[in-house]
C-alpha cells in the first residue's frame, strides 16, 4: 500500500512542469522570443507593478530596436526601482535609446557604479564629444584609448572634430593594418571637413591614399 501511495506521488511530479519552467518574461527573453516576452510582460503589468516584467519588457523593445518603448519602460523602472535589480541594465538601455543629454547621465550612472562595458564607455565618450562636452570627452578618451580598435577611434576623433590631422592618422593606422577604411568614416569625415571649409585638404588626402569613394 505504502508502494502505490508514493508512487502516486510520484506520477504527477513526471508529468507536470514544475514551477521553475513556468512561462516568464525573462525566459522567453532568454529563448529570443522578444514579442511574446513583451506581450507576457503587458499582461502581468496590466494587473499590477512587477519588476521583472517591467525590465524584460524594457529588455526586449532594447532587443528588437524599439527605442522609443524601451527608452520608456527602462526610465519607468529607474523611477519605480532606483535601487532595483536591474538597475544597470536599464541605464545601459537608456545609454543607447535615449535623447542625449537623458544617455549622458545614464552613462555616467553606470561610470560611478564601476559596472560599465567597453560598448558603454565607447558610446558615453562619443556623447561627450558630439555634445561638446570637451573636458569629459578629454578624460574618457584617455581612458579607454588603450582599448579601442582603430576604427573606433577614427569615430570618436571625426565627432570631436577639435584635430582634422588626428583624424588622418587614424586612418593612416586603419590602413597600415591592411584594412579598408569603412565607407561610414569617410563620410562622416568628408563631412566633418566639409564644416571646417577644408574640403580640399580632404580630397588631397583621399587621393594621396589611393582611396576611392
Known sequence: MRRLIAFLLIVPLLFFP??????????????GKYKESI?????ILHEGLDEKALYYKAASCFSLNLKGEAEEAATLYLLLYSDGEFR???????????????????????????????RAMF???FLYAYNGMDIEFSRMYKRIRGNLTDAENAFLLIADGQDLS??????????????????SLLENARILFENEGKTDLFDSYIASRGIVL
Open 18 to 31: 514544475s514551477c521553475s519552467d513556468e512561462t516568464t518574461p525573462e525566459s522567453l527573453f532568454r529563448e
Open 39 to 43: 506581450s507576457l510582460s503587458n499582461s
Open 88 to 118: 544597470n541594465q536599464s541605464n545601459f538601455i537608456i545609454l543607447f535609446t535615449g535623447s542625449d543629454l537623458r544617455a549622458v547621465e545614464a552613462g555616467e550612472s553606470l561610470l560611478s557604479s564601476g559596472e560599465i562595458s567597453h
Open 123 to 125: 558610446r558615453l565618450c
Open 166 to 183: 588626428m583624424v588622418f592618422m587614424s586612418f593612416d593606422k586603419i590602413l597600415e593594418t591592411g584594412s579598408q577604411i569603412d565607407p
